[in-house]
């Protein structure tokens, strides 16, 4: 589903992010992506999300390159796919329900389609009886849980987690995990970048490791191999 082909990323100031990059994602995998501070990791997904461009090497995904997409080009590779950050990035005037919907609709989904939609996703993650809740008025986990029902709400083929469970404690970050797992399970491939260690060893997913920009491993069923 995924190629990196020899990526290269480097800065301005002269700083090599990300080293010959070479790695395949197939359709329904769940991968870890981790690493030290600095390792390449957030480089890696910026990359991926269309933020930033390679400096050079290839990125396929579903037989499409996308490494140099045009700006207008970028909403339509978007729409395949959905994206969990650490910092939940809701919409602060707009509900849960509003702010699962307007993933939708500024895809120009049918107005009918989003009221039939939201409201399962919701249901998927827990937060039915919070749908007119505002995300002040949500825990930590319940706001994640929020923008992994937006991210899922146009059922993307890949989904890219940024430390989702950065700022959450153990037992919400668990709670976390099983809902991507279900979402997995479902034939959604994932890749996740964490710090989360416990997380990782527990998980028994594919796990590559990065280290200054480079892959240092790349192990099916592996652990948290590195020291912070």
């Known amino acids: 589903m995924l190629q990196l082909v020899d990526i290269c990323k480097d800065y301005k100031n002269g700083h090599r992010a990300l080293n010959n990059i070479n790695f395949n994602v197939e359709r329904g995998e769940f991968v870890f ?14 990359l991926l999300l269309k933020e930033e461009n390679a400096t050079s090497g ?17 909403p339509y ?21 509003e702010n699962v919907a307007f993933a939708m609709e500024i895809i120009e989904q049918h107005p009918k389609q989003i009221r039939r939609q939201v409201p399962m996703v919701l ?13 002040h008025q949500l825990s930590g ?12 709400v146009n059922n993307p083929q890949l ?19 099983e ?3 279900d979402i997995n399970y479902r034939g959604t491939t994932i890749i996740m970048a964490t710090h989360a260690r416990e997380i990782v060893d527990d998980a028994q ?3 590559i490791t990065l280290s200054n920009g480079e892959i240092i491993s790349d192990q099916q069923k592996g652990g948290y191999n590195y020291e912070d």
């Open 58 to 74: 290839r990125i396929i995904l579903d037989n499409r390159e996308i490494t140099h997409l045009k700006q207008k080009e970028i």
């Open 205 to 207: 997913k594919r796990v």
């Open 141 to 152: 986990g319940e706001q994640q849980r929020v923008s992994l029902a937006r991210a899922i």
């Open 159 to 177: 989904l890219i987690c940024d430390e989702p469970t950065g700022n959450l404690d153990p037992n919400t970050s668990k709670d976390i995990m």
């Open 33 to 46: 992506i981790v690493g030290a501070s600095g390792a390449g990791k957030s480089t890696l997904i910026k």
């Open 77 to 97: 590779l978007r729409r395949n796919m959905g994206v969990v950050f650490q910092d939940f990035r809701l919409l602060p005037n707009k509900t849960v329900y």
């Open 179 to 181: 809902k991507l797992n």
């Open 123 to 135: 249901a998927m993650v827990g937060l039915s009886e919070r749908a007119e809740h505002y995300p």
